[in-house]
């Protein structure tokens, strides 16, 4: 990776580089320079920002001889299903924990899970709030069973799994004013933050960009300090890059446009969604990059990005839940 010595090891999952390309008629509507780095085209099952994180993750489990990874998300998990997807690839097993009752009809990212073998379990908001205990006690269980787990934390985001974003920062061939991002579990916007620390002497350009998160759950104060524990964790794993020592200032946050709740979406949303399709040829999704674009269109009409910036939406990818909302987008 550009001027960092040493990495942790990877497993290659994904399709990389992601392509940039610009968004003509939105870039002049909005009076900036709009691009979209595309990386719902990591993969075809494994589409998605989530499989950056995993090759590094998948990378350790592999390394520690694990045969069943142990996770946890939504019920139309984007993380959930390329870590089904991806585990099964490298002849693993795993165990999805999903928030919520489980639907009537089984589609999007569920559906995948259940094609590629996991054993889905349902549990209720009071049970995720506890996740890394019910995650920790499933690992315990297993290995009394005689299997070898690996428990990997919600979204992929902890130290390890931010290396996929930091990654991303070394594949930027052109300069950016600002790269936004959705932000569900603070991995993604950790790794693009590590990245422009790590890499900014090298890349110049670094140093007068912006990273900016939409949270799509919780708020900017609670994703600020979930970057800033990454970013602890990130250190102690690393002490021959020094201390980073990240400002609030370098966690940038865009917050208020997550809607009702998380992965429900709001008219305002929907309307941009089908709009985006229709002019752009670009799908996004309600939960994540829905959500993100709508507050990314809403700062540049507000005029949070100066005339003519240079702005860079990361696509998260999501398609495969856009089938889970079918009847909120046709009507």
Same mark, same amino acid.
């Given at each position: 990776?550009? %001027?960092?010595?040493?990495?942790?090891?990877?497993?290659?999952?994904?399709?990389?580089? %992601?392509?940039?390309?610009?968004?003509?008629?939105?870039?002049?509507?909005?009076?900036? @320079?709009?691009?979209?780095?595309? @990386?719902?085209?990591?993969?075809?099952?494994?589409?998605?920002?989530?499989?950056?994180?995993?090759?590094?993750?998948?990378?350790?489990?592999?390394?520690?001889?694990?045969?069943?990874?142990?996770?946890?998300?939504?019920?139309?998990?984007?993380?959930?299903?390329?870590?089904?997807?991806? *585990?099964?690839?490298? $002849?693993?097993?795993?165990?999805?924990?999903?928030? $919520?009752?489980?639907?009537?009809?089984?589609?999007?990212?569920?559906?995948?899970?259940?094609?590629?073998?996991?054993?889905?379990?349902?549990?209720? !908001?009071?049970?995720?709030?506890?996740?890394?205990?019910?995650?920790?006690?499933?690992?315990?269980?297993?290995?009394?069973?005689?299997?070898? !787990?690996?428990?990997?934390?919600? /979204?992929?985001?902890?130290?390890?799994?931010?290396? $996929?974003?930091?990654?991303?920062?070394?594949?930027?061939?052109?300069?950016?004013?600002?790269?936004?991002?959705?932000?569900?579990?603070?991995?993604?916007?950790?790794?693009?933050?590590?990245?422009?620390?790590?890499?900014?002497?090298?890349?110049?350009?670094?140093?007068?960009?912006?990273?900016?998160?939409?949270?799509?759950?919780?708020?900017?104060?609670?994703?600020?300090?979930?970057?800033?524990?990454?970013?602890?964790?990130?250190?102690?794993?690393? !002490?021959?890059?020094?201390?980073?020592?990240?400002?609030?200032?370098?966690?940038?946050?865009?917050? /208020?446009?997550?809607?009702?709740?998380?992965?429900?979406?709001?008219?305002?949303?929907?309307?941009?969604?089908?709009?985006?399709?229709?002019?752009?040829?670009?799908?996004?999704?309600?939960?994540?990059? $829905?959500?993100?674009?709508?507050?990314?269109?809403?700062?540049?009409?507000? /005029?949070?990005?100066? *005339? /003519?910036?240079?702005?860079?939406?990361?696509?998260?990818?999501?398609?495969?839940?856009?089938?889970?909302?079918?009847?909120?987008?046709?009507?």
């Amino acid at each position: 990776m550009s %001027t960092i010595d040493s990495t942790p090891d990877r497993v290659s999952l994904a399709q990389l580089p %992601t392509r940039v390309h610009r968004l003509a008629r939105l870039s002049s509507e909005l009076g900036i @320079d709009l691009w979209v780095k595309r @990386d719902d085209e990591t993969g075809t099952e494994l589409s998605g920002n989530k499989v950056r994180k995993l090759e590094y993750l998948l990378a350790e489990a592999q390394s520690q001889s694990a045969d069943v990874v142990v996770t946890c998300g939504g019920v139309q998990s984007n993380h959930c299903r390329a870590t089904a997807v991806a *585990a099964r690839r490298l $002849g693993m097993d795993s165990v999805l924990f999903l928030r $919520g009752s489980e639907p009537s009809e089984t589609t999007g990212n569920l559906l995948l899970d259940r094609l590629v073998g996991a054993d889905v379990r349902f549990i209720t !908001p009071g049970q995720y709030a506890e996740r890394e205990t019910l995650l920790a006690a499933a690992a315990t269980e297993l290995r009394v069973a005689g299997r070898r !787990p690996y428990v990997i934390p919600e /979204g992929g985001s902890n130290a390890l799994g931010s290396w $996929g974003y930091v990654g991303l920062v070394a594949e930027l061939a052109s300069p950016w004013d600002h790269i936004v991002c959705a932000t569900g579990s603070g991995g993604t916007l950790a790794g693009l933050v590590l990245g422009r620390r790590l890499l900014r002497t090298a890349n110049p350009w670094l140093e007068r960009s912006r990273m900016w998160g939409v949270p799509v759950c919780d708020d900017g104060a609670y994703f600020r300090r979930k970057v800033h524990a990454i970013a602890h964790e990130f250190e102690a794993r690393h !002490p021959e890059l020094g201390p980073l020592g990240l400002t609030d200032e370098e966690i940038g946050v865009l917050d /208020g446009y997550k809607g009702p709740a998380y992965a429900v979406p709001f008219g305002e949303e929907l309307d941009l969604i089908r709009n985006v399709a229709r002019h752009e040829g670009l799908l996004l999704d309600p939960v994540y990059t $829905g959500k993100a674009f709508y507050g990314l269109v809403s700062e540049a009409r507000n /005029g949070r990005f100066a *005339a /003519g910036s240079r702005v860079l939406f990361l696509h998260t990818g999501g398609v495969f839940s856009l089938f889970a909302y079918g009847r909120e987008l046709s009507s």
